[in-house]
């Protein structure tokens, strides 16, 4: 068993699609970055990678590398996925927290947790997604920003019979 935890944050802005946990979730403010901003998706991206000891999200997809503007952060999510079974691990759980003052995610969690139980090719009950406000503390708390933790655990998978 090997654990990873991954967090990451952007900036809110005007006129921009707001993608969390790879749906669209309707709001008047997006999140701003060089991929399309899944803050949540990048936080997955590197427990997982973090949890097979493989790097970080900025190692393997650079901001800088035109390939990735605008990305479906879910590509590089199953990308990521990929690198992490390749080395001989597997998802087991996730868990993760959504910091939000803007919009309101409660009616959204549960489409959340279905995309991305089926990205990580999870049973829904094991994905959790939280989410809850800063209080009206900071960038998060005053509605410039959302962030995102999440936690995950890998294990091996038992060898397919007649594999030495
Ligand atoms: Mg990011």
Request: glycine share 10%; proline share 7%; net charge negative.
């Amino acid at each position: 068993m090997r654990v990873g935890i991954g967090y990451d944050i952007h900036r809110l802005v005007p006129d921009r699609p707001l993608r969390l946990g790879g749906i669209e979730v309707p709001s008047p403010v997006g999140l701003l970055g060089h991929s399309d901003g899944d803050v949540l998706l990048h936080a997955i991206c590197d427990a997982l990678l973090g949890a097979a000891a493989l790097g970080d999200i900025g190692e393997h997809f650079p901001d800088t590398d035109p390939a990735y503007k605008d990305a479906d952060s879910a590509a590089l999510l199953i990308v990521a996925l990929g690198k992490v079974r390749t080395a001989g691990l597997r998802p087991v759980n996730l868990d993760a927290n959504i910091l939000a003052q803007r919009p309101r995610l409660a009616p959204h969690k549960a489409a959340i947790r279905a995309r991305v139980a089926e990205l990580l090719a999870l049973a829904p009950d094991c994905v959790s997604i939280k989410a809850r406000t800063h209080e009206g503390l900071d960038a998060v708390g005053r509605g410039e920003a959302i962030a995102a933790h999440a936690v995950v655990l890998l294990d091996q998978p038992p060898r397919a019979q007649g594999e030495s």
